[in-house]
């Protein structure tokens, strides 16, 4: 389980992340939200071990994150990048059997998790092409698919840490994708995802953060934290606020 | 595309293409020897008793001249595509080769001030001349691959494009360095430090060999135990870390590998330029770029290559020979333009 405590990263004599305080449950989706340059990435820099805080700290379970290394942490903390830049022809399977090096399970085992995974990211149609054939949202679907592999099948004490999974994807795979983060949060492990699509956060997030100016505006439900006037505050947006038709979600409309 | 050949093909055809490159190295030169001959007297020289009528030639040829040189040329082949494929993983970059980057200068560099300040003391004694002629080499190409590293980073990144520019600039700069010993340098030094700016497996003698091969065969057996961890490397410094890889160590040992076989590799044969950077290519274009098979098909295809790139360097010209590096820059620069316009495509 992964939980920070007043947590503070500089950049220079900047401070871009302060007074945060978090624990991502098991089986949890946390959904990160804010507008650009409010401090999500550097947030999840920092949980992923990549930004050294200048103050406050990040633990895995019991141990400081910074002390955790190798297969061991890999085993129990995956993160997926805004971007991933790979600039050589593996085939899809074999980027995401690369989820597997943090194991031993074996090849047969690991030929089942990677179809499982590319399955979960609706990506196992493109098994056997060519990394660099595919499209830009193809290869996103990839490498959650990768992500995923990471952790396959996900179970409590897992965290999972996800850029802007859907940057790049059509509507049909931003719900999707969500929806297997959902999936695999079920069965225990515990996600942040970083997000822009405030009705996508509605819909598959359980709790979410509001930053504004690298501070925690609102960290509660989507009922909570997505209201009009904290809206209209952090991202200057006029929003009517409905509860969705059929599944009862706040639904957000721009007036 | 999806992979073309199978690993087990590959790695026959390799075999069997190697095989065929040692004959033909052992061969073929200024006195040709039948094929048949050159076999027979081959197995000879490993041991196989065969009746010695008519062999004594060709065994001498053989023993002394050929098996040096093709020892010498797999050796140097092997090793320089090994580094072009350490390179290529370290920045993520198909386009990165060892000479490009700066190391085979450094090495060049090193190899000179060996050299002339050997021969401004006297002359390196024969005794432990070829291995401080190595180690020199070796600073030199480590000096340089470091630097260029470390101009390349910026806030934890490696930028490409500064780590080439970089690369150029040093190469320039250890160029004119190589011309102005070259410059001061009285006619025998001259002719030595001709032969390393271009490069040659003429004169391998067993004494310039013991080195190299000694790092081709810890270079060769170390990286492929590398080979997992340099395919998630290609995914980017950080998912590699998230994957449980040691990248820093990685980097380290990536860095410390290449400029230990450029090294060595410049100080028995002078500047090859192109090896590192056509052969894993080639066999990217063939197997996939998955290390596993990469890196043991890079040593054969890059020995090969240069035994048969050494066969021209020997035939061209004949009696006369030339050097090798001009026969690899001839085939490898074009190569070079052709990848840069198909990956602009």
Not at chain 1, 96 to 110: E, I, K
Not at chain 2, 210 to 229: E, H, N, Q, S
Request: one cysteine or more; charged letters at 15%.
């Amino acid at each position: 389980m992964l939980r920070t405590e007043n947590l503070k990263i500089r950049r220079g004599s900047k401070t871009v992340l302060t007074d945060i305080t978090l624990e991502l449950k098991p089986g949890e989706v946390l959904g990160v939200l804010g507008p650009n340059g409010a401090g999500k990435s550097t947030l999840l820099g920092a949980l992923c071990g990549e930004l050294r805080p200048d103050e406050g700290r990040v633990w895995l379970d019991e141990r400081e994150l910074s002390h955790c290394t190798g297969a061991q942490r890999a085993q129990r903390l995956a993160v997926l990048p805004q971007v991933s830049t790979l600039d050589f022809g593996f085939r899809v399977e074999e980027v995401v059997g690369m989820g597997r090096l943090p194991y031993q399970s074996g090849r047969v085992r690991d030929d089942e998790i990677v179809a499982a995974a590319l399955g979960a990211a609706d990506a196992g149609h493109l098994s056997g092409r060519s990394y660099l054939a595919l499209s830009g949202g193809e290869r996103q679907r990839v490498h959650l698919a990768r992500v995923l592999a990471q952790l396959w099948p996900g179970e409590a004490g897992q965290t999972l840490l996800l850029d802007e999974p859907t940057s790049m994807l059509d509507p049909l795979h931003q719900h999707t994708t969500l929806q297997a983060v959902r999936e695999f949060a079920d069965r225990g492990a515990a996600v942040l995802v970083i997000l822009h699509d405030l009705n996508l956060a509605a819909r598959y997030c359980d709790r979410l953060l509001l930053l504004e100016g690298g501070r925690p505006v609102a960290l509660d439900t989507p009922e909570q934290v997505l209201r009009p006037e904290s809206l209209k505050a952090v991202f200057g947006l006029e929003v009517l606020v409905q509860p969705h038709p059929e599944r009862g979600h706040p639904l957000i409309i721009a007036r | 595309m999806t992979t073309l050949v199978k690993p087990r093909t590959l790695f026959i055809g390799l075999s069997l293409l190697c095989l065929l490159a040692i004959w033909l190295s052992l061969a073929l030169g200024p006195v040709s020897l039948p094929l048949l001959d050159t076999l027979r007297a081959a197995l000879r020289l490993i041991g196989v008793p065969i009746a010695p009528d008519g062999l004594e030639q060709a065994e001498l040829i053989l023993g002394q001249i050929r098996l040096p040189r093709t020892l010498l040329g797999l050796a140097v082949g092997g090793v320089l595509a090994l580094s072009g494929v350490a390179m290529q993983g370290l920045f993520r970059n198909p386009l990165a080769d060892p000479g490009l980057v700066g190391v085979s200068s450094g090495a060049a560099l090193g190899a000179a001030i060996a050299i002339v300040g050997g021969s401004a003391f006297g002359g390196l004694p024969e005794s432990f001349g070829p291995y401080l002629l190595s180690l020199c080499a070796f600073l030199g190409g480590l000096g340089v691959t470091a630097l260029v590293y470390r101009l390349g980073r910026r806030n934890g990144q490696t930028n490409v494009a500064t780590m080439l520019l970089a690369g150029i600039a040093l190469t320039a700069l250890a160029g004119s360095a190589v011309g102005l010993f070259t410059y001061l340098a009285d006619d025998a030094t001259l002719r030595t430090l001709t032969f390393w700016n271009l490069g040659s497996l003429n004169g391998a003698s067993y004494s310039r060999l013991w080195p190299l091969l000694l790092v081709t065969a810890g270079v060769a057996l170390w990286l492929p135990r590398r080979a997992k961890a340099l395919n998630a490397l290609l995914l980017g410094e950080s998912e590699a870390g998230h994957l449980g890889i040691d990248v820093e160590g990685l980097k380290r040992e990536l860095v410390f590998c290449t400029a230990l076989g450029v090294g060595a590799a410049v100080a028995a044969a002078g500047m090859i330029g192109f090896v590192g950077l056509v052969v894993p290519h080639l066999v990217r274009l063939l197997a996939g770029p998955d290390h596993r098979v990469l890196l043991p098909a890079s040593v054969l295809a890059g020995a090969s290559l240069l035994l048969f790139a050494d066969l021209v360097a020997r035939l061209a010209l004949a009696p006369a020979e030339l050097p090798i590096g001009i026969v690899t820059a001839f085939i490898g620069a074009p190569f070079f333009l052709i990848l840069l316009l198909r990956r602009r495509a």
